[in-house]
């Protein structure tokens, strides 16, 4: 169990995929749904201790409007997801949000563990870290639980690491599931041992989220799908709450 709460920040990627479904081209469009802002109040008003984005390169969810929409709420702890771009680092250094997520776009950018491969690209990640601090925005890198990863990301500066629960959420329920277990909880303690606060995302949902509660030093974790898809029979402050009450108090 962690000794102090475990903070939950709600992806709303997927409600702007729904809406792009439908209103491509015309997300601002008055009959564009669902309103991603009414989305987010609602993922606020259920316990949500920040929001995750991810201003993807392609615009295939998030649109610039809806950051800036959501940004412009008070009192919000933005956390942006996007590639480790001079684009995207411009993006951020002008809209400040309280953190970015440098996440993989390109296949080039891939590890095996579907993270960012930091190892593979220690001066360009390094120069994005850099800069984004400079703008004192706290940086994290999604990499995959591994110590070369892992020690890259102390390499290149960053205070923070989200570990790539995927391949665990892939095996969940299937004999392979307890070695991903086993490989994220060595990843937690090696980064948590090199001073790295650990957030961990990708996967997640209300059935996995009790073994990923095993896991030592986890600071926050980041669920979108999982939540979206709930929010569609509980609606979305519900859906919130009920991931909530789970990282709080684990069955
Ligand atoms: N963390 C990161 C870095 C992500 O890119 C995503 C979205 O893929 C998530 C967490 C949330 O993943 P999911 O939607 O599977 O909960």
Known sequence: MPSRPLLLGVNIDH??????????????S??????????????LAGGADGITLHLREDRRHIQDDDVHAIAAIPGLRL????????TMTDFAVRLRPAAVCLVPESREEVTTEGGLDVAG??????????????AGIEVSLFIGPDAPQIDAAVAVGAPVVELHTGAFANAWKSPAADAELARLRAGCGHAHQLGLIVNAGHGINYDNIR?????????????????VARALFKGVRGAVAEMKARLTNPA
């Open 211 to 227: 073994a990923i509660l095993t896991l030592p030093h986890l600071h926050e974790l980041n669920i979108g799908h999982s939540i």
């Open 15 to 28: 409600a702007a995929t729904l809406r792009q479904a439908r209103y491509r081209g015309a997300h601002l």
């Open 30 to 43: 008055p009959h564009a749904e669902p309103d991603v802002v009414a989305f987010t109040r609602e993922a």
């Open 121 to 134: 690209q220690l001066a360009r990640v390094r120069e994005t870290t850099q800069a984004l601090k400079a």
């Open 79 to 86: 956390n942006l997801e996007m590639a480790c771009t001079p």
